[in-house]
């Protein structure tokens, strides 16, 4: 069971890429939603499956892995998908979702770095690209109305 969840934890092959591996599981998410183009319903209803597998998934991969280790990448999608509910999914909204995703994810403004010190193990790792994802999102949500 260890080797299945440590297999969703990094998607695949896909945390165990040298470089970058957070940037290559948000591609992930970036090329699904390029070329499956999904409606909100339809994130809305993966949205909680996926996070819960990934919090299950990255609790347990952490054991093998290290503590939020890089090569758990499913908290990236996870993130991602946030990021673009409730835009549009045109090329240039998936990909700006994308960079403001990767910043808001590197960067950890308030309350992100607090979160993965004060909530431990899958749940920590997942909250706090959500969270990235919602700060994405919002500037998104900003620039469709006020720009």
Same mark, same amino acid.
Do not use: W
């Given at each position: ?13 896909i ?46 991969? =952490?054991?093998?892995?290290g503590k939020?280790? /890089?090569?758990?990448?499913? &908290?990236? $999608?996870? *993130?991602?998908v946030v990021? !673009? ?18 910043f ?6 308030p309350?992100i770095?607090k979160? =993965? ?6 749940t /920590?790792?997942?909250?706090? &690209?959500? $969270?990235? *994802?919602?700060?994405?999102? !919002?500037?998104l949500?900003?620039w469709?109305?006020?720009?």
């Open positions: 069971m260890q080797t299945i969840y440590k297999y969703i934890a990094t998607l695949g092959f945390g165990f890429i040298p470089y970058a591996p957070g940037t290559f599981g948000s591609a992930a998410g970036l090329l699904l939603a390029l070329f499956t183009v999904p409606a909100d319903v339809t994130l809305l209803m993966i949205l909680p499956p996926l996070f819960f597998l990934g919090m299950i998934a990255a609790h347990n991969a =952490e054991k093998q892995l939020d280790s /890089g090569r758990i990448v499913i &908290d990236e $999608l996870c *993130g991602y990021s !673009v509910l409730f835009v549009p999914k045109t090329t240039g909204y998936l990909l700006t979702a994308f960079v403001l995703f990767r808001f994810d590197i960067v950890k403004p309350p770095r979160i =993965e010190s004060i909530i431990p193990g899958g /920590g790792i997942m909250l706090d &690209d959500v $969270l990235a *994802g919602m700060y994405a999102n !919002v500037c949500q900003v469709m109305r006020f720009v």
